[in-house]
């Protein structure tokens, strides 16, 4: 009989990712929360990046890697926020910091479990004094506090550790991940690894989450993929929205396996079946590689929990900078998290949908809402009264003419699709959408847009984040980015949700179904003097059936 718990994930942030700006971030000065791209409600904290999420006893716990002494390796802590709401998030001392020959050079990402009888015990990843990757393990000191201020750690770390006999690269050996019990009454735990160019999920089993022993065969594996890191696994239900305990396995879910690709640096998904007798994932068919991504925006190091609270499956995903070294040094901090997603599979069984999480809403304030109207080619609609730098805007288009869509004779990657078709390159059917962070004269903006095409005989929506005319400062990051959007123009409207927090630009597509976060900076329009406006830069006009915004208020960020 399957036995259902609590269990949470951890991300993982290393310095080797991301390089020169985690190691330099030293700089903190005294008015960052002034600055005008410090966000106002997706949470960082004071300065360097960040890790994930927990919930116990009534509270969310995340914790977030951290240097007190400057953010260079050997001194990372895991710091510590809880919150009831995943909105508002009040600071603690940090709960893991190097102390033993097994962490000494870091205490860097893992995974915590709740165990029987509400007992929570954290895997992670731990530097030796060799520089070796092993996995230890901590645990609460006193169950009573729900606050979990203080864990201790096991004599018998490290718990895992590369051998000669199990032929692990000790340098590519990190990010255990949630725990699940099999019908066995054996827990497992994924840990990421690979062997030449071969990526790999490791299997661990233990009777008592204490001894563990490494399986014969990885959970999973694929050829050329490079290092995995960041496993993820969990189940999803086949049918609806509600999410289940990462240890449920049966007929009416689907499994999930999702990677962050070190060599891509994204996070890619595939979705199958779990045989639990033999410890295999299967990928179903068309998953065969990694192809679906969770955002084709700047994200990486995500992970999901199971609220027990809400019945949900909630994922956090790290962003990182678009901003120079110099830049960064100057503002003294580096990544944020997204807003918290629910995540649940889509009814046709091929991809996951992701959603803002309802508690955000109650930063919502000072409600804009337009009429329905054609938006004529060419046309821009300025969205007046929303605080347009911290705002939240849904709507949804309606087109009519879809026979003059512009024909795709050949296949091509989103991305680059984008990037060849701006927003200023028109066409029949698009683009059209919002402009955010619009300077007057319209010198910057970042615009957020769909495009119609017939391929092979079909429609085909493609979503887009242009970031090319973002900011003046071309030391800055001004990718593109592009998603394809699995809906049907003739039968649904294209809907788009769009959240601005002064350097974020985070948006849903297709009801979720495709999201795209970018950061930008501009020098014009910051604080006030930042406009959004509804556009249509195509030939063909397009029906605006809903338009509602609001102005966001700030959270509490640490």
């Known amino acids: 009989m399957t036995m259902f718990i609590s269990t949470i994930s951890l991300f993982t942030l290393f310095s080797a990712i991301y390089g020169t700006a985690a190691t330099n971030l030293h700089t903190f000065s005294s008015d960052s929360y002034n600055q005008p791209y410090r966000t106002a409600y997706h949470f960082q904290p004071p300065k360097n990046w960040i890790n994930g999420p927990l919930r116990y006893g009534g509270l969310y716990h995340l914790f977030y890697q951290y240097n007190p002494k400057g953010a260079v390796w050997g001194n990372i802590v895991w710091a510590h926020s809880v919150s009831k709401d995943l909105v508002n998030w009040t600071p603690l001392d940090p709960a893991i910091f190097p102390s033993q020959p097994s962490d000494i050079n870091g205490c860097w990402s893992g995974s915590a479990t709740v165990l029987p009888g509400n007992k929570p015990a954290i895997l992670y990843t731990g530097i030796n004094p060799l520089n070796q990757q092993v996995q230890n393990m901590a645990k609460p000191k006193n169950l009573s506090d729900p606050f979990l201020r203080e864990w201790v750690k096991s004599t018998k770390n490290p718990l895992m550790a590369p051998t000669s006999a199990n032929e692990i690269n000790s340098s590519s050996f990190?990010?255990?991940?949630?725990?699940?019990?099999?019908?066995?009454?054996h827990w497992r735990v994924l840990v990421g690894s690979k062997r030449r160019s071969r990526g790999m999920a490791l299997l661990y089993?233990?009777?008592d989450f204490s001894d563990w022993v490494q399986a014969k065969h990885p959970l999973h594996s694929t050829l050329g993929s490079g290092m995995w890191e960041c496993p993820d696994f969990f189940p999803v239900l086949k049918n609806g929205q509600l999410g289940v305990d990462t240890s449920v396995n049966d007929d009416y879910v689907r499994h999930v396996l999702k990677v962050s690709l070190d060599d891509k640096k994204h996070d890619y998904y595939m979705i199958g079946s779990y045989n639990g007798a033999r410890d295999r994932?299967?990928?179903?068919?068309?998953?065969?590689?990694?192809?679906?991504?969770?955002?084709?925006?700047?994200?990486?190091?995500?992970?999901?929990?199971?609220?027990?609270?809400?019945?949900?499956?909630?994922?956090?995903?790290?962003?990182?900078?678009?901003?120079?070294?110099?830049?960064?040094?100057?503002?003294?901090?580096?990544?944020?998290?997204?807003?918290?997603?629910?995540?649940?599979?889509?009814?046709?069984?091929?991809?996951?949908?992701?959603?803002?999480?309802?508690?955000?809403?109650?930063?919502?304030e000072k409600p804009v809402n337009l009429s329905p109207?054609?938006?004529?080619?060419?046309?821009?609609?300025?969205?007046?009264?929303?605080?347009?730098?911290?705002?939240?805007?849904?709507?949804?288009?309606?087109?009519n003419k879809l026979i003059e869509a512009e024909v795709l004779d050949n296949w091509t990657d989103p991305k680059i699709l984008c990037s060849q078709k701006g927003s200023s390159i028109k066409s029949e059917l698009g683009p059209f959408g919002l402009l955010v962070f619009a300077s007057e004269g319209l010198q910057e903006f970042t615009s957020v847009f769909f495009r119609i095409f017939k391929y092979q005989n079909k429609n085909l929506v493609l979503l887009c984040s242009d970031q090319s005319r973002s900011s003046l400062n071309k030391n800055n990051d001004l990718t593109t980015y592009g998603a394809f959007v699995d809906v049907e123009p003739l039968h649904e409207q294209l809907s788009l949700r769009t959240l601005t927090d002064h350097s974020v630009v985070e948006s849903f597509g297709g009801e979720g179904r495709a999201c795209i976060t970018a950061r930008v900076y501009p020098t014009l329009a910051i604080n006030d003097k930042a406009q959004l406006y509804a556009f249509n830069n195509g030939t063909a006009?397009?029906?605006?059936?809903?338009?509602?915004?609001?102005?966001?208020?700030k959270a509490q960020i640490n």
């Open 281 to 364: 994932f299967i990928p179903d068919k068309g998953f065969e590689e990694f192809v679906l991504r969770y955002d084709y925006g700047k994200y990486y190091a995500s992970k999901t929990f199971f609220d027990d609270g809400e019945k949900r499956r909630v994922l956090l995903g790290w962003v990182n900078e678009s901003s120079s070294v110099a830049d960064d040094i100057k503002k003294g901090w580096s990544g944020i998290h997204t807003i918290p997603r629910a995540i649940w599979l889509h009814k046709s069984g091929k991809q996951l949908v992701q959603w803002p999480v309802e508690e955000i809403k109650k930063l919502r």
């Open 373 to 399: 109207q054609t938006l004529k080619g060419g046309k821009f609609l300025q969205i007046n009264g929303v605080t347009a730098t911290q705002a939240d805007v849904e709507i949804s288009f309606e087109v």
């Open 541 to 553: 006009d397009v029906n605006i059936t809903r338009l509602n915004a609001w102005s966001m208020k």
């Open 205 to 207: 089993r233990s009777k």
């Open 174 to 185: 990190r990010d255990p991940s949630t725990a699940w019990l099999g019908q066995d009454g």
